[in-house]
């Protein structure tokens, strides 16, 4: 086990069977052998569900022997692998009579006097054990079980009783905000996924001319060399089966023959560029080939004719997967006839058409897959926070919300500081802040500020003295560092930052955390770094004046923005010459950094 932190007081380190019982004796059962309880197999307990759902119901004389014993308050875990890694838990609630029974391959923890049941689940449902547990596992291959010495000496830290209340509040308070950004986030991908869907059934929704799949194609076949005969694997030639498909790009096969198995077998050698599709257990699966594969008797190749544009068809096919499913037959594998495969009706258009549509469909594909991946990347993201929550609790550390999006502005900070330094030149907080402002709106995320129009362009300085240099001094990320610098004359106190002694772990810390934005962050404070504070302060200024435009839905005209940005902004703003602001527009344009009206609107500083 990893080497243990010190605790804060009151807390202490103890083994699981310190604080729970394991598996408590059904003897302590009283009642009726024909007494209903609940009844949850393995099948009905959930990963990641806090509560089991136990809907069934038997006697107790039908489940006494042979399964697992828990009353209501217990918590249960899978002990059986895969379950066990990933992360069949539970805390056992409003049970038939109070009592339930199940899987064998169940451990139950019956928590002691002061010590909460919501505790002891999310000890146990936090990656930190389950790795941990993963392994420390014994029996046959396909079979394993965590042994019962881990789960009992197993070390946790366990603080006073109601300061697992407090925790448990508190990881459930930021659980379900995160769980909200979850659902939003896996809304947004079901949305590109259906809009792309609609874009491409709307391209082929015409009513062109038509021929038959093998009149304008040859259909391949394919077959199993013999698994008997060892020397027909191990060899240089792809042999693709449905569980290879699940790309649309075909690279690599697990398994690959010689060419003495081509010899002496029913495959045959689809040559690249060609296609593959599933007529037989994968049914609505297609791929196309970037290299010669060799194919087993669930596929057919379709290798089309000189009228045939291959990657048109392929999107063509791959719009009608849904049909190739429906025409599925077999009671347990689904498969569909040669014929109807070869009967398709397949668009017979002039082939540089073919080429138009495959090119447009593919430029809605990479940007459907770059949207796709930057919300499943911030989905990921937001899962493995919720892990870092889980261990900074059992650590005593838990922080706010407001303290989590605190430390996220100070990690743009960091970074700002690190990209400073190649040009020997410090950053001051009132060009951070115009820094900061660009990135957290641009990448949507939330720092906790209120940005309000200042004299130095979009800022919340009250936030950043107040929440977010205090926090970077406690952790002793940054420091900040008084300077008097002459400007136009006049002496003038300025703040700059300072790398603190944890300054690189957390640099290192922030290039993890914020993985998911980093490339649009470290480009956005590269672009910013050579400017002059005068320029970074108009600069901003325009990006948050064309995205208050955006999100008030207004015209964005070069005028508009320019009265945004200088007249409707702060006084101070009119000393400025309007070129100035045009020049921001240009420089916003060239380098990319156009607002897409998201993120917190640039308010007015209050009277």
């Given amino acids: 086990m990893a080497m243990q932190t010190e605790l804060p007081d009151g807390w202490e380190y103890k083994k699981l069977i310190e604080v729970c019982d394991l598996n408590p004796k059904k003897s302590e059962l009283k009642g009726s052998s024909n007494l209903l309880v609940s009844f949850v197999p393995m099948a009905d307990m959930e ?40 992360g069949k838990s539970g805390i056992a609630n409003n049970l038939t009579n109070g009592i339930g029974f199940g899987s064998s391959e169940y451990y139950v923890f019956r928590p002691k006097q002061d010590v909460l049941s919501d505790y002891i689940y999310y000890v146990i449902s936090n990656n930190k054990f389950l790795i941990e547990g993963s392994q420390n596992m014994s029996g046959a291959v396909g079979l394993k079980r965590v042994t ?54 709307e391209v082929f929704n015409n009513n062109w001319r038509t021929k038959k799949l093998i009149d304008v ?24 089966t449905v569980g290879d498909m699940n790309i649309d790009f075909l690279e690599d096969t697990k398994l690959k023959i010689n060419s003495q198995a081509v010899k002496n077998s029913a495959t045959n050698i689809i040559p690249k560029g060609n296609l593959i599709i599933a007529t037989r257990v994968g049914l609505g699966k297609i791929c196309v080939l970037t290299r010669d594969s060799a194919i087993n008797q669930d596929l057919k190749g379709i290798i089309p004719s000189r ?61 459907s897959a770059a949207l796709t991946f930057r919300y ?87 936030h950043i003295i107040q929440v977010v240099e205090p926090l970077a001094k406690k952790n002793d990320w940054l420091e900040v560092q008084e300077e008097w610098i002459e400007r136009n004359g006049e002496d003038i106190l300025t703040h700059n930052y300072k790398e603190g002694n944890q300054f690189n772990s957390f640099v290192e810390k922030a290039n ?43 015209p964005v005209t070069p005028d508009t923005i320019l009265y945004e940005s200088r007249e409707n902004w702060d006084i101070a703003k009119l000393k400025i010459e309007p070129e100035k602001f045009l020049e921001g527009i240009d420089w916003l344009k060239k380098k990319n950094i156009r607002p897409y009206g998201v993120g917190k609107e640039v308010i007015k500083v209050p009277a």
């Fill in 47 to 86: 990963a990641k569900q806090k509560y089991l759902v136990a809907g069934q119901k038997r006697q107790l004389n039908e489940v006494y022997t042979g399964y697992t014993y828990f009353k209501d308050g217990d918590v249960l875990l899978a002990k059986v692998t895969p379950c066990f890694e990933n």
């Fill in 148 to 201: 019962k010495d881990f789960i009992q000496n197993y070390r946790i830290a366990i603080p006073s009783f109601p300061e697992q209340k407090r925790i448990v509040t508190a990881v459930e308070t930021l659980f379900n905000k995160i769980d909200k950004s979850i659902g939003l986030l896996q809304e947004n991908i079901d949305h590109v996924k259906k809009l792309r869907s609609s874009v491409i059934n």
């Fill in 217 to 240: 194609c040859n259909i391949v076949g394919g077959g199993t060399p013999a698994k008997s005969n060892n020397s027909y694997y191990g060899g240089d030639i792809l042999w693709a």
């Fill in 307 to 367: 009228a045939i544009y291959s990657m048109f068809l392929f999107y063509w096919l791959q719009s009608r997967s849904d049909y190739f499913i429906s025409k599925g037959m077999g009671a347990t594998v689904k498969g569909f006839k040669l014929e109807i495969l070869e009967n398709l009706d397949v668009p017979f258009i002039p082939v540089e058409k073919q080429k138009q549509i495959a090119n447009y469909i593919k430029r809605i594909n990479d940007k």
């Fill in 376 to 462: 499943q990347s911030k989905l990921d993201e937001l899962k493995r926070l919720k892990n870092s929550i889980l261990e900074s609790a059992f650590r005593g550390e838990l922080i706010s919300t407001n303290q989590i999006k605190a430390s996220e502005q100070v990690m743009i900070l960091a970074l700002s500081v690190e990209e400073h330094k190649k040009y020997s030149t410090p950053l001051y907080r009132t060009k951070a802040e115009k820094i900061v402002h660009v990135v957290e709106t641009h990448i949507q995320r939330d720092f906790g500020r209120t940005p309000m129009k200042m004299a130095a362009g979009p800022a919340d300085f009250d």
């Fill in 512 to 554: 993890r955390d914020l993985k998911a934005d980093l490339p649009v962050i470290n480009y956005i404070i590269k672009q910013f770094t050579p400017l002059t504070r005068k320029d970074a302060e108009i600069y901003s200024t325009v990006y948050g004046a064309w995205n208050n435009l955006l999100l008030r839905g207004e």
